[in-house]
């Protein structure tokens, strides 16, 4: 997944949330499921977009550059963490 936490300055937030873009397709719906998750990096600051579609260019950016990294030793070394049996 990738994750932007914080303000959404693009749509003027009050509160500080977390959006999540899960990136893996699942053949079933998995509502009401127990969803475990660990963020195990950083890829940017957040910052308020021209347009709609530079954000979406932004988060799809973002899905490549986190894809690349989940292929590195350290991280395919999170995926066997009992954390997530």
Same mark, same amino acid.
């Given at each position: 997944?990738?994750?932007?936490?914080?303000?959404?300055? =693009? +749509?003027?937030?009050?509160?500080?949330?977390?959006?999540? =873009?899960?990136?893996? %397709?699942?053949? !079933?719906?998995? +509502?009401?499921?127990?969803?475990?998750?660990?963020?195990?990096? +950083?890829?940017?600051? !957040?910052?308020?977009?021209?347009?709609? !579609?530079?954000?979406?260019?932004?988060?799809?950016?973002?899905?490549? !550059? %986190?894809?690349?990294?989940?292929?590195?030793?350290?991280?395919?070394?999170?995926?066997?963490?009992?954390?997530?049996?």
């Amino acid at each position: 997944m990738v994750v932007s936490i914080g303000w959404n300055p =693009c +749509y003027k937030n009050m509160n500080k949330s977390m959006e999540t =873009c899960i990136m893996h %397709t699942f053949k !079933e719906d998995f +509502y009401k499921e127990i969803l475990k998750v660990a963020i195990v990096g +950083y890829l940017r600051p !957040e910052k308020k977009f021209d347009s709609l !579609e530079s954000l979406i260019s932004a988060i799809q950016g973002d899905i490549e !550059e %986190t894809t690349k990294r989940l292929d590195l030793p350290e991280h395919l070394k999170i995926k066997e963490d009992n954390f997530f049996q």
